[in-house]
Structure formats: C-alpha cells, structure tokens
C-alpha cells in the first residue's frame, strides 16, 4: 500500500466546556496519564507545560510488545486554545538520535468553539508519512480508533465533572 493509500484517522466528541479550559489539560502533558484512552501511557514524566512549537516533552509507555519505555515528542503545531500537535520518537538522551527515531507519525488535537462554553474537540492520527511497516502496524491508524474515543470521553470527563 503506497502512502497515497493512507489518510488520518479523526474522532471528534462535543464537550460543555470552553476551549481554554480542554487546552490547558493538553499542554500539560503530566497530565495525559489521566485522559488517556489507550491505556498506554503511565505517570511518572516531569515535564513543564507546553508554550510553542519546538518543545518536547517525555512520555512514559507500556506496550505488551516492548514493556516499558519513553517517547520523546516534539511539538509541531501549536495556537493557544485552538490546536496542539506532536511527532513522537522512542526516547534516547541523544537528542539527534531521537530525531532518528521519528516514525512519521503525528498526533493531534483540534478544539472549535460551538457555541458559549461548549467546544468540539477533534483527536487525530496521521500516519501518512510512515514508513510501511508501521503504517501497517496500526492499520493506517485504525487501530487507534477505539482509544482515541474514550480519550475523548475521559477529555470530557475531567473538563466537566463537578
């Protein structure tokens, strides 16, 4: 299947709460841990909170497959309140290796306003521009479908409980 073949997968969810306050959980990736659907990631990262395009930010992984270990992800898109995205790449202290390591995968998430206090928040992941091999490990990013959904639910959770 050639990269022409292969277009991001996308799961968007309504929450009642405004852009600002979902944004704020997004940047501060200590946080993920807690809305995270995948079941993948853990606590334990110490990282500051995300201001621009370029910052990187460590996250802490378990995947039966490889046991425990880090990603390294750098900060690609970024507009306050509106939208975040991130190029993971597994972890080395080498920060040149780690820049080897991309796969070319890209998370995002998109946040529309719709209406007072209310935004539509959009996950997407693009795998578009991986290699083969790991197009196919995910299914050209099928397989993340079903967790990006409850991410989404545990997004709304934290933004609108009580």
């Not at 995270?36 to 990282?47: F, Q």
């Not at 946040?111 to 091999?133: A, I």
């Amino acid at each position: 299947m050639g990269n022409d073949e292969c277009k991001p997968v996308s799961v968007s969810r309504r929450i009642n709460a405004p852009a600002s306050d979902i944004f704020k959980l997004l940047a501060d990736p200590d946080r993920h841990p807690e809305f995270d659907g995948s079941g993948m990631l853990r606590s334990g990262a110490s990282n500051r909170l995300i201001d621009g395009v370029g910052d990187v930010f460590v996250t802490k992984m378990y995947f039966t497959a490889m046991g425990d270990y880090e990603m390294h992800n750098r900060i690609v898109a970024y507009e306050a309140d509106r939208c975040i995205s991130w190029e993971p790449a597994l972890r080395n202290d080498d920060p040149a290796i780690a820049e080897q390591t991309r796969n070319g995968s890209r998370w995002r998430f998109d946040l529309t306003p719709d209406g007072p206090d209310v935004t539509v928040v959009t996950e997407t992941y693009d795998c578009t521009d991986s290699p083969e091999r790991v197009r196919q490990a995910v299914d050209n990013g099928n397989a993340w479908v079903e967790g990006m959904i409850k991410t989404l639910e545990r997004l709304d959770q934290l933004c609108t409980k009580g």
